[in-house]
């Protein structure tokens, strides 16, 4: 399968909005959970929202009611809609997928538990 290839970043002040999206060929997008990862600068990568192959999502503490994940399986795409932006979201984002591609829940996984990743695409968020 081709690699993610995420899109949407750029710079925005304080309280503008993006949205991310995350679309790759060769993938089914039913079959599988996907997950949106952060990384800020001079941090390690850490997971902010999850939506599982029913259509479930979860958010880290730090988006939740800011941030909304969702997918649309005809498009095989996924999005991040990204709200009320605040310069601390300023990392570069990642969308990622299971090793094992018939794994219909993410809540809860690690990184290690992902293998496919997109390039990343940069979040700058200025006051």
């Known amino acids: 399968q081709a690699r993610p290839v995420e899109s949407g970043g750029g710079s925005v002040q304080a309280g503008g909005s993006l949205r991310l999206s995350c679309r790759a060929s060769?993938?089914?997008?039913?079959?599988?959970?996907m997950a949106w990862f952060s990384q800020a600068p001079g941090k390690g990568r850490e997971v902010i929202a999850t939506?599982?192959?029913?259509?479930?999502?979860r958010y880290a503490d730090s988006v939740k009611g800011r941030f909304t994940v969702s997918k649309d399986n005809a498009e095989n795409t996924l999005y991040l809609q990204m709200d009320a932006l605040k310069p601390d979201d300023t990392a570069i984002y990642y969308c990622?997928?299971?090793?094992?591609?018939?794994?219909?829940?993410?809540?809860?996984?690690?990184?290690?538990?992902?293998?496919?990743w997109g390039q990343g695409t940069q979040v700058t968020v200025s006051s």
């Open positions: 990622a997928a299971p090793w094992d591609l018939m794994i219909g829940r993410c809540h809860g996984r690690g990184d290690a538990d992902y293998g496919f």
């Open positions: 060769g993938y089914d997008y039913r079959t599988f959970c």
């Open positions: 939506i599982n192959r029913d259509g479930t999502t």
